[in-house]
């Protein structure tokens, strides 16, 4: 912004926007941008990404908001990890004011979090369809996160999985695969027919596990060429895909949601740092399929 003041015979400080002594603006944000004959750019995407050039161009993306986001498509109950029921996550996403959640409770793989088997996950699946007919206001759908196991297939069957309206396949352990091959096991994964969204990509924990390492520009290609939607997991000690990745997502073409991951009631309102990392990611609602309907949403993730 100094440069281009400068190049305006302007100067910009810490104490306003000056031509000579003059000072011409600084009382608000918008006033200092007005002054270099530029739109008001939205904080989070400050970071010299070309902001300034496209703001210039009257380019800038009308940032996604949280009151846009219509569902969670990630969210786990007692069947395996979770602290709550099925009825009592979905009371608390209908608080939210959401129209849908999906109920993805971990499959066989994921021993420590006591994941299912096609039979009791069939089971589960019945008593999802209970809790649909019984509450009002808010669209329950059966789903599941299948572990990609490390051939890359899936960790059910294809039988148990149609049954599902969304199926999440997820990388849970073998973090240390070489790259090409952790990239190989991905894309094999999210190219079966079933899956409709891929969970955290990087496999980050913020603070406590680095990526795995993985080619993501491969992956983020094959999720757009498959139809398959790639998550901003909004957890905070997730936070993945990242603001970076979620823009070159968006620029490839692909599909993104933001879900929470909850495994609690106390924990949908973790949508808001997903939001926050779309925003830095300069996605707009439309980049974004949970700001859809639920019947549009439904469309959306088909395959």
Not at 1 to 27: D, N
Not at 123 to 141: A, D, P, T, W, Y
Not at 187 to 201: E, M, T
Not at 214 to 239: D, T
Request: proline share 3%.
């Amino acid at each position: 912004l100094r440069t281009r003041a400068q190049e305006m015979g302007l100067k910009v400080s810490e104490y306003g926007v000056f031509r000579g002594e003059k000072r011409i603006a600084g009382k608000t944000e918008e006033e200092c941008y007005r002054s270099l004959r530029l739109p008001w750019i939205p904080p989070e995407l400050r970071e010299n990404r070309g902001e300034i050039e496209a703001a210039a161009k009257g380019k800038l993306p009308r940032l996604i908001e949280l009151k846009e986001i219509r569902g969670d498509l990630h969210t786990h109950t007692t069947a395996t990890d979770g602290k709550n029921s099925i009825e009592e996550m979905a009371r608390a996403a209908r608080e939210l004011g959401y129209a849908y959640i999906a109920i993805t409770d971990h499959s066989k793989a994921v021993k420590v979090a006591r994941g299912m088997d096609g039979h009791a996950l069939s089971k589960h699946l019945k008593k999802i369809e209970k809790v649909n007919e019984k509450l009002s206001g808010i669209r329950v759908l059966k789903g599941v996160e299948v572990d990609i196991i490390g051939d890359g297939t899936m960790d059910l069957n294809d039988d148990i999985l149609k049954e599902c309206e969304v199926v999440i396949a997820a990388v849970h352990y073998r973090f240390n695969l070489p790259e090409k091959e952790m990239t190989r096991r991905i894309i094999r994964g999210i190219s079966n027919k079933y899956v409709n969204i891929l969970a955290h990509p990087t496999g980050r924990l913020i603070l406590e596990r680095e990526p795995y390492r993985v080619n993501l520009e491969e992956v983020i290609k094959a999720a757009a060429n498959e139809g398959v939607v790639l998550e901003i997991n909004a957890h905070p000690a997730r936070l993945d895909l990242n603001d970076i990745h979620s823009r070159m997502a968006k620029e490839m073409g692909a599909k993104l949601v933001i879900n929470t991951d909850a495994h609690s009631i106390s924990q949908p309102g973790l949508m808001r740092y997903g939001v926050f990392t779309a925003r830095r990611g300069w996605l707009e609602k439309e980049d974004v399929i949970n700001t859809s309907p639920v019947d549009k949403l439904m469309s959306l993730i088909s395959r």
